[in-house]
Structure formats: structure tokens, C-alpha cells
């Protein structure tokens, strides 16, 4: 999964522009990353500001704590 750090985005849009799946909106003047993110990878290779990161998402078996 890809986030966004909020920090650094300028909303410059250049994210959504290549992005497959149109998982990726500007809002608040910012990007933000939907879950019909694919993980192709093509949002942070053109990020100008480099402030989209890749995240590994540990999901835990239902009743683990």
C-alpha cells in the first residue's frame, strides 16, 4: 500500500495524472490514496516532492491482539 505524507504533497495533481485506477484524489489540496490503489507503483516514481512512501500493511488474524 502507498501513502502520502501530507507534509510534503503540494497537490501538484502529477500523481493522479498516472495513475491506472484513478485511486488517487486531490482533496484539501492535498493527495490522498483510496483503496482502489493497485500498488503498481507509478505514483511515486513521478512525485516531484517524493512524498508518496511505500507501507507494508500487517493484517492480523481475527481475535489476535
Known amino acids: ?3 502520502v505524507n501530507q507534509e510534503k504533497c503540494t ?5 493522479t ?3 491506472p485506477t484513478e485511486a488517487i484524489q486531490i ?3 492535498k493527495a490522498v490514496i483510496t483503496w482502489e490503489c ?4 507509478a505514483c511515486p516514481r513521478v512525485c516531484p ?3 508518496i512512501k511505500k ?3 500487517v493484517l492480523a488474524a481475527p481475535g489476535a491482539q
Open 17 to 19: 495524472d498516472v495513475c
Open 55 to 57: 507501507q507494508d500493511v
Open 27 to 29: 482533496e484539501s489540496g
Open 38 to 41: 493497485m500498488d503498481c507503483g
Open 1 to 3: 500500500m502507498y501513502v
Open 49 to 51: 516532492e517524493g512524498a
Open 11 to 15: 497537490g501538484c495533481g502529477t500523481c
